[in-house]
């Protein structure tokens, strides 16, 4: 299973960016996806989750200015991040629960990360 994330880059305070987070490869279904963040110098922090059913849980600094989505059909995730600070600044990794066959037990995945800066 690979997850690839894209749709890093840079933008400015108050701006939007949007990430995805495509799974490929042996999947029976996904369980959790997320997204987390690590900052320089600072430990991995959750970003956001959302189950299969489509249960939501954010981090509060994100609560109000983040939107995460997912796409079971095509195994994809997104974050759409507004209203951009400074403090958003970090490297942005997506997670995934994966049943790789009916049946086996749920594997944890992670995508490569995807740099995302604020500044103006």
């Known amino acids: 299973v690979q997850l690839q994330a894209s749709g890093g880059g840079s933008g400015q305070p108050g701006g939007s960016l949007r990430l995805s987070c495509a799974a490929s490869?042996?999947?029976?279904?996904?369980?959790?996806m997320g997204w987390y963040r690590q900052a320089p110098g600072k430990e991995r922090e959750l970003v956001a989750t959302?189950?299969?059913?489509?249960?939501?849980n954010y981090a509060d600094s994100v609560k109000g200015r983040f939107t995460i989505s997912r796409d079971n059909a095509e195994n994809t995730m997104y974050l759409q991040m507004n209203s951009l600070k400074p403090e958003d600044t970090a490297v942005y990794y997506c997670?995934?629960?994966?049943?790789?066959?009916?049946?086996?037990?749920?594997?944890?995945?992670w995508g490569q990360g995807t740099l995302v800066t604020v500044s103006s």
């Open positions: 997670n995934a629960v994966v049943q790789t066959r009916s049946g086996s037990p749920l594997y944890n995945y």
């Open positions: 490869g042996s999947i029976f279904s996904i369980n959790t």
């Open positions: 959302i189950n299969s059913g489509g249960r939501i």
